[in-house]
């Protein structure tokens, strides 16, 4: 059979694998937090992310990006060191730069003295991330992603039990910011070991300008998208309250953080395909539709639940100091279900070797929204800020469609991309329409009816694309 369908099916096997490991036990970490914390000490560190996180995106300039795009014969193992060395520098200079300035800035932008000493405390995720770019990259390139999952399903299970027992010794909001940092420092002597690499005192101009042309541009892409993705964090800490921003980063939590990790399994996987797969737009196609497939039907039953049962399900679980989360969780929901429509069209792009594409695409994407945003949250609170957050979905599905239609090499059109989720579509539809009868008209408990729907969706997916699951099934046993 095709090598490069049995490489992604055991990419997307290892990587799921690490997905459920890591988002059941990280929603655990949360469930616990959540009852042992406030939502403003969650709000606090939402406000501190903000500007830790910005600066994040430029911590390996790229260069990850930039080995795992480049061909094989395109490389020297003096590439990994440059990448390596600049990297460190580079995150030194961005630790020293959050600590001296950035964290004062942050508390006269806030008012909020806490920040001063929590920002420093979680920027230790940006001194020690370029440690583990090369390994990572490495291993990525090689469609290695059983060791990644091994590595990084450890490291989170070892910080998660920490940040707990953090918690539970009355760390309160510390134990968040230590979780922060922590998995990406566990993760650094198991990414050396499982590679066999060290970094040597080499450095090279020209290597540098090598990855450095690329990496750039993914950089800038990168940082725009961090941007649109974390602006609302940054409005509502001002405009609103710490206590709001954690209901809403809470909501975040529940919905965008796992369809973050999803992104990140799928595209771990795709990204190197689709540089090899360059030449062949044919493939690409074939390869992206069924990732949009497969995301959707992932993702949608998990957030048809959300939408369903959202209120039942936080105050049961997390209590009434989290009900304001209630109305942002559903509507947030539904934007995650249309942002699996364009999941890895970024990704795609940047593997095409358009990366300068990709940015120009997201800056429109960060004019229109960022206003819409702001007015909502003006508007409506978080309320307001999650139907920005949905209409900016919207808006971004057609900006693809358009670049395939108009931009890119590879064409995909709106009749493809909607005939390849009439599965996922007409399952959620079905499983809302029962958890609303049996919820709202039988007044069945919550999590028999959670259950129940869960069922109806799987029953659909089985009738439509039984057939084809088990052929992947088949292949992956083999």
């Known amino acids: 059979m095709d090598s490069s369908k049995t490489l992604v099916l055991k990419g997307v096997f290892w990587n799921g694998a690490q997905l459920v490991i890591n988002q059941s036990f990280a929603f655990i970490v949360k469930l616990v937090l959540a009852k042992l914390l406030l939502p403003e000490q969650f709000g606090l560190i939402g406000m501190a992310a903000v500007f830790t996180g910005f600066v994040q995106v430029l911590t390996d300039l790229g260069f990850g990006a930039a080995l795992i795009q480049r061909k094989d014969e395109q490389l020297q193992p003096v590439h990994y060191h440059t990448a390596f060395w600049t990297g460190i520098i580079w995150s030194v200079l961005l630790f020293l730069l959050m600590s001296v300035v950035i964290a004062p800035l942050a508390v006269e932008f806030y008012h909020e003295e806490r920040l001063r000493s929590l920002i420093p405390v979680i920027s230790l995720g940006i001194l020690f991330t370029p440690i583990n770019l090369v390994n990572k990259a490495q291993l990525s390139k090689k469609m290695e992603f059983k060791k990644i999952a091994s590595i990084e399903g450890a490291a989170n299970i070892v910080a998660g039990v920490l940040s707990i027992i953090l918690a539970l010794s009355g760390a309160g909001v510390w134990s968040l910011a230590f979780n922060s940092f922590a998995i990406v420092t566990f993760a650094i002597p198991f990414y050396f070991k499982a590679t066999k690499w060290r970094p040597e005192f080499q450095w090279s101009k020209q290597a540098f300008k090598d990855v450095f042309g690329f990496g750039v541009l993914a950089s800038g892409t990168n940082l725009v998208n961090y941007v649109i993705n974390n602006i609302d964090y940054l409005l509502i800490g001002k405009l609103l309250s710490a206590s709001l921003l ?47 497939s497969y995301n959707c039907v992932i993702v949608f039953p998990i957030m048809t639940l959300f939408f369903a049962l959202a209120k039942p399900f936080v105050l049961t679980f997390f209590g009434a100091k989290w009900e304001a989360a209630i109305i942002p969780l559903q509507i947030l929901s539904a934007s995650i279900m249309i942002q699996m429509l364009t999941n890895s069209n970024t ?21 229109v929204y960022v206003p819409t945003l702001a007015y909502g949250i003006y508007v409506g609170g978080i309320v307001g800020a999650s139907w920005a957050v949905l209409y900016n979905k919207v808006f971004n599905v057609a900006i ?43 007044h069945v408990n919550f999590i028999v009816t959670g259950v129940l729907m869960g069922l109806i969706f799987l029953l659909v997916i089985y009738k439509m694309m039984g057939g084809e699951l088990m052929s992947h099934f088949k292949t992956l046993r083999r």
């Open 246 to 292: 954690g209901a809403y980063s809470f909501a975040f939590v529940l919905t965008d953080t796992f369809r973050s990790r999803l992104m990140g399994v799928i595209n771990n996987v795709m990204y190197p395909l689709y540089g090899k797969k360059q030449s062949d737009p044919v493939a690409i196609k074939r390869y992206y539709l069924k990732v949009v």
């Open 347 to 367: 990704v795609l792009i940047r593997a095409l070797g358009r990366p300068g594409l990709e940015m120009k695409l997201q800056i429109i994407k960060a004019v």
């Open 400 to 442: 693809a469609q358009y670049a395939f239609k108009y931009l890119l090499s590879v064409k995909i059109s709106t009749n493809e991309l909607f005939s390849e989720i009439k599965a996922p579509v007409i399952g959620s539809l079905l499983a809302y329409l029962a958890g609303v009868l049996l919820f709202n008209v039988a």
